[in-house]
T-cell receptor, first 117, second 111 residues
Framework: GAGVSQSPRYKVAKRGQDVALRCDPI?????LFWYQQALGQGPEFLTY????????KSGLPSDRFFAERPEGSVSTLKIQRTQQEDSAVYLC???????????????FGSGTRLTVV | GNSVTQMEGPVTLSEEAFLTINCTYT??????LFWYVQYPGEGLQLLLK?????DKGSNKGFEATYRKETTSFHLEKGSVQVSDSAVYFC??????????FGEGTQLTVNP
């Protein structure tokens, strides 16, 4: 597609509920990133895929967070047993570049706003 | 590790005023530097970038110069417009790794 598509755009979950957030990157983009953006803050890195390989998951805040990209395109971020502190905008970004000095910026999706009540 | 420090906001200016948003960084390795803009209700958009020392990134009247000696990448615009009102994020990326963002600076431009 022309851009990075994320769904749903908004999600309200009851505390303890599991949620799944979807990201469709730009076709052919090798790298895919998930970020968490709390209200009034800059995005914080969660995890990184190069094709289907999850190369860095050091930013995932707990073992309740899980991400996958099984065929190297669409990715899903799953949060189990959601807590109120999980409320944030979850941003997905993709990049043509697989590695290197980051000469290319990322293309970000519009995000999924998760509210845990 | 990598970190980005931006000037604290919010910043409020009148239309046609000069804008500077300061950004300094700490990085392992030789980073590429970026400015992203986030309009209300929208995702992050790349505004400009620079990949090596003394490079100047520019777009839509905004400019920023990669200053290795001062580890800075300050954003400037000579004459802001109401439509420039948004949150601006400075960011860096080193080899094969994530983007590291500053906390963002809220800009409001009044008519």
């Amino acid at each position: 597609g022309a851009g990075v598509s994320q769904s749903p755009r908004y999600k309200v979950a009851k505390r303890g509920q599991d949620v799944a957030l979807r990201c469709d990157p730009i076709s052919g983009h090798v790298s895919l990133f998930w970020y968490q953006q709390a209200l009034g803050q800059g995005p914080e890195f969660l995890t990184y895929f190069q094709n289907e390989a999850q190369l860095d998951k050091s930013g995932l805040p707990s073992d309740r967070f899980f991400a996958e990209r099984p065929e190297g395109s669409v990715s899903t971020l799953k949060i189990q047993r959601t807590q109120q502190e999980d409320s944030a905008v979850y941003l997905c970004a993709s990049s043509l570049e697989g590695s290197g000095r980051g000469r290319y910026g990322y293309t970000f999706g519009s995000g999924t706003r998760l509210t845990v009540v | 590790g990598n970190s980005v420090t931006q000037m604290e906001g919010p910043v409020t200016l009148s239309e046609e005023a000069f804008l500077t948003i300061n950004c300094t960084y700490t990085a392992t390795g030789y980073p590429s530097l970026f400015w992203y803009v986030q309009y209300p209700g929208e995702g992050l958009q790349l505004l400009l970038k620079a990949t090596k020392a003394d490079d100047k990134g520019s777009n839509k009247g905004f400019e920023a110069t990669y200053r290795k000696e001062t580890t800075s990448f300050h954003l400037e615009k000579g004459s802001v417009q109401v439509s420039d009102s948004a949150v601006y994020f400075c960011a860096l990326r080193t080899s094969g790794s994530r983007l590291t963002f500053g906390e963002g600076t809220q800009l409001t431009v009044n008519p």
